[in-house]
């Protein structure tokens, strides 16, 4: 049975229905959630971390939700914030730049077993990968979730004119780099 | 309207054939025009009063759902369809004028463990008890520490130690006169001990150079001769000499 968000919510305010309520949360959310953090942090443990910590930020927090922005969207922002500030703490702990970082994240592709791209799938990949991180986590909602720019402002907290900029300011490096490469 | 829209997206998208024809529509039903033919006024009868099933026992015995319950979700799923569909040839539109990209299919080139989806949300649980139980440990330990059991354990460690330090102060006190560091020496001492006529021949000895004064010994000895052979020895210089010498 689909809850709709309001109803998890209030079902979560009530001590004796909290857990069924956040049962039914992760299952209506987890693959979706799953999805964005992976095409971000690309490995799959990794995102299996940032998607555990990212409910359990939502478990601790969802009391104190005030539904001024809607569930969903509440849900990517600690998503991608996670992301980001893991992507970060690796690049810390690693001493890399900004670029090497992406680029040890293309190189990882080559030998994950979950990737099974064919080779203009994983050049596509590699092309994303030398977007900045938040143009990359723009062109993936758009091209490959199909967001409304409407949504995606919301959860990125950017306005619609700058998301649709960034979009084809990415569309056009990619097709730069598909081009050369 | 929706319906009809949606219908012809689909046709149009995913060439799906639409089924006008009456023949057609028989034929995808698995039934001739003959089966149609034989179908008695009487059957029509029964089909148009809902009878149809009397002679069937148990499948008359099955509730009907109201026909406007089902009609909702069918309309949202064809909404839905609809704004997917849209949402597609946008994104499709948006791509079109980079050649290269617009060729590459868009499909799913990531993959997850088989049944990990399934687990998942056991293993948060999991981590949220873990999590919980650590929080409840920290809690425990902090009203230990916030607790009266070591209010008054802090309070007899502080005694304890003011006594300690009282104790070893006095010590100290008792044992001033072994004290070899210039902190022990009282102010008299020190005033009495500038007047060099207050120390004794063997203080005096142990204030001189030895060297120097062997050396001014023999310088002396160069000027007067005499002075050397009654002092020839350094032990046997008078205190009045030594005075000079200092």
């Not at chain 1, 967001?147 to 990125?156: G, K, N, R, W």
């Not at chain 2, 909702?72 to 791509?95: C, G, M, R």
Request: hydrophobic share 35%; charged share 25%; with cysteine.
């Amino acid at each position: 049975m689909h809850y709709t968000d309001n109803e998890i919510l209030t079902l979560f305010k009530d001590e004796s229905t909290r857990n069924m309520a956040f049962h039914h949360l992760i299952q209506k959310y987890q693959k979706k959630l799953y999805w964005h953090i992976r095409k971000i942090v690309i490995n799959h443990d990794d995102t299996d971390d940032i998607l555990q910590n990212t409910f359990i930020k939502v478990w601790k927090n969802l009391e104190a939700f005030k539904a001024e922005s809607e569930l969903y969207t509440w849900l990517y922002r600690i998503a991608t914030n996670e992301s980001l500030s893991f992507l970060k703490q690796k690049k810390r702990a690693n001493f890399l730049s900004i670029h090497s970082i992406e680029y040890q994240l293309a190189k990882s592709l080559e030998s994950d077993i979950y990737f099974q791209g064919d080779q203009i799938q994983l050049k596509l990949q590699k092309a994303i990968l030398t977007l900045p991180e938040k143009q990359r986590i723009v062109f993936n909602l758009r091209y490959y979730d199909e967001m409304p720019y409407e949504q995606m402002s919301q959860i990125l907290e950017t306005s619609v004119g700058a998301l649709k900029a960034s979009y084809h300011i990415a569309a056009k490096k990619i097709e730069k780099y598909l081009i050369s490469n | 309207m929706i319906l009809k829209l949606s219908k012809y997206l689909m046709s149009s998208l995913y060439n799906i054939p639409e089924q006008d024809n009456l023949s057609d529509n028989l034929k995808s039903l698995g039934l001739s025009e003959n089966d149609v033919k034989s179908f008695s006024d009487n059957d029509f009868n029964k089909v148009n009063s809902g009878q149809e099933l009397n002679e069937f026992e148990i499948l008359k015995n099955i509730p009907k759902k109201k026909f406007s319950q089902e009609v909702e979700p069918i309309t949202e799923f064809w909404n839905k369809s609809v704004l997917d569909i849209q949402k597609k040839i946008e994104v499709h539109d948006e791509v079109k004028p980079y050649s290269h990209l617009s060729h590459v299919p868009v499909t799913k080139v990531f993959f997850t463990p088989e049944n990990y989806f399934d687990n998942l949300s056991y293993q948060i649980k999991n981590r949220l008890t873990s999590d919980e139980n650590i929080v409840s440990e920290k809690l425990n330990i902090f009203s230990l520490i916030s607790g009266n059991a070591l209010k008054y354990g802090f309070s007899v460690l502080l005694m304890i130690v003011f006594i300690g330090i009282y104790i070893l102060n006095q010590n100290n006190g008792m044992s001033q006169n072994d004290c070899q560091s210039l902190s022990c020496i009282e102010k008299n001492e020190i005033v009495n001990a500038t007047i060099i006529q207050n120390f004794s021949n063997e203080q005096l000895y142990e204030l001189l150079d030895e060297q120097n004064v062997e050396a001014e010994f023999k310088y002396l000895s160069i000027i007067n001769t005499s002075l050397v052979s009654e002092n020839e020895n350094i032990d046997n210089l008078s205190t009045n000499f030594l005075m000079e010498e200092l």
